[in-house]
């Protein structure tokens, strides 16, 4: 009689360095993905030029209001679907496998839609630096050259990256801080020191939806809180602590920042100011109150934002990768983690490879590098992020009406309810300003939810194949991800 292997000897699935980080290690991937220096300098001037002026503070408020009732949800399910599958994971637990892998691919492509602005950025930035200096290079240059640290980066233990991304965080916050005290000191501006930017008749006029187009990108990233739950220290409690400390932090500082910048212009002047100078706008303060140091050291920490955040996305989009191949739904290479460091290190070089293929057919087109390749790569990656994260609300609902794990109404079902509600709400007014987000009135805008839906379906028929053809492959799906 032969001997058969006992049921709980199956391989073992690759896991993650658990234990390598802690709540400020994830804080600090969250808050360098949303990028301070580059949100608050970069997208906010649009929304006070574009949206409603002196209320833009308000409405960084709102969204932080409305991720925070959405947080409630997320990390109330954290404990029983946290793993590196993201989003991927809350939703197949929720909604089933074929929608979670549905999910994925969305995610995915947001991702790596994202991903691709800020390189593009980063390189328009760096290129235009060097020119100041006399020396001309291509704007694709450097971004080769930071894909080439950052993946290396990635490739070391998740800790190295969380520590990087700290310092360069520390000194976006730093600079800011200085500029935002600098305004309170001098007493603000022409209209001294008030709270106009919250009051009700200043958010909620004309202008209110455009405004949240451009703040609600500034949460872009949020869901690493649970990717990085396997790697985390006491995930249980350091899920929960990362996700509302990040929350608070972005909506806060960010609130701060701007709401110091419009009482440097005044309230009554601080949209025609935005308007008659976009790139200037925060530049042309800090030469006044700090001096022209600083705006030369904004200018650099200005790219140090963008590489932290092309960094937080990388380690983001690896780990996707990495549970989707760990689970079989893409090749099991990626499932692989790093003998030293614990880092799945093959994903990221995949990943590397695919956003360098995506970059270079973006320069062989000839497309703009800004008007076309960021903007609407940008315009993607919001609609991207709104629609699965109303998936994952419906998840959350869906997963504790069957399962409510001895949790109250809150977390279950009306925290979740209010997050459907709100970002289906920030998802139809981001549709409805597209040529603005876009920054074209070019009918093909109008597509660009398409491509997101497209992504979508894309996932859900492979995953109804997996499940037709490869059947035991299908059942296997989510039985890799290790648990809470």
């Keep these: 009689m032969t001997n058969s292997p006992l049921p709980d000897a199956q391989p073992t699935a690759p896991q993650l360095a658990r234990g390598s980080i802690g709540p400020a290690h994830i804080v600090f991937f969250v808050v360098a993905a949303a990028a301070p220096l580059a949100s608050v300098v970069g997208a906010s001037p649009a929304a006070f030029a574009f949206g409603n002026g002196a209320g833009v503070p308000g409405i960084y408020l709102l969204a932080g209001l409305l991720y925070l009732v959405f947080s409630v949800g997320f990390t109330a399910m954290s404990r029983f679907a946290g793993s590196a599958g993201g989003f991927y994971t809350y939703v197949a637990k929720g909604l089933g496998r074929p929608v979670g892998v549905a999910a994925a691919s969305m995610a995915i492509l947001t991702y790596k839609s994202i991903q691709i602005a800020v390189y593009v950025l980063f390189g328009i930035f760096v290129s235009g630096a060097l020119s100041r200096l006399g020396v001309e290079v291509v704007w694709w240059v450097p971004i080769i050259v930071v894909k080439g640290v950052i993946w290396l980066c990635g490739a070391r233990n998740i800790a190295f990256s969380g520590k990087l991304l700290g310092a360069c965080m520390l000194a976006e916050v730093a600079i800011l801080l200085l500029l935002d005290l600098g305004i309170l000191l001098r007493g603000g501006g022409p209209a001294g020191i008030n709270l106009t930017s919250f009051a009700p008749s200043s958010v909620f006029v004309p202008g209110i939806g455009v405004a949240l187009v451009f703040v609600v990108g500034s949460f872009m990233g949020f869901e690493a809180t649970a990717i990085f739950s396997e790697e985390a220290r006491h995930p249980e409690r350091t899920i929960p602590v990362a996700t509302f400390s990040a929350v608070a932090l972005i909506a806060g500082f960010y609130a701060f920042s701007t709401w110091c910048i419009t009482l440097y212009y005044g309230p009554a002047a601080a949209q025609d100011a935005a308007l008659a100078g976009l790139d200037s706008f925060f530049f042309t303060a800090a030469a006044d109150v700090l001096g022209p140091w600083s705006v030369a050291t904004m200018e650099l920490l200005l790219i140090v934002s963008l590489f932290a955040s092309a960094l937080s996305f990388h380690n983001t989009i690896n780990r996707y990768f990495f ?11 990626l499932g692989q983690v790093h003998e030293v460091h614990g880092s799945p290190h093959i994903a990221g070089r995949a990943q590397s490879i695919i956003a360098l293929l995506l970059l270079l057919a973006f320069v062989i087109s000839g497309l703009d590098p800004y008007a076309v390749v960021f903007s609407w790569t940008s315009a ?63 009918p093909i805008v109008w597509f660009l939810p398409l491509i997101v839906v497209a992504a979508g379906l894309f996932g859900l028929l492979y995953a109804l194949v997996l499940r037709a053809r490869r059947p035991a492959l299908y059942e296997a799906l989510g039985q890799a991800v290790a648990e809470i």
């Design 380 to 442: 993607i990656a919001v609609i991207g992020i709104l629609l699965v994260q109303i998936l994952v609300s419906v998840s959350i609902i869906a997963y504790f009406r069957s399962l409510p794990q001895g949790l109250g109404a809150w977390p279950r079902v009306i925290a979740p309810s209010l997050a459907v509600a709100g970002l289906a709400l920030a998802l139809t007014v981001v549709i409805l300003n597209l040529p603005l987000l876009a920054g074209t009135d070019n």
């Design 323 to 333: 549970a989707l191949g760990r689970e079989g739904v893409l090749h099991r290479g």
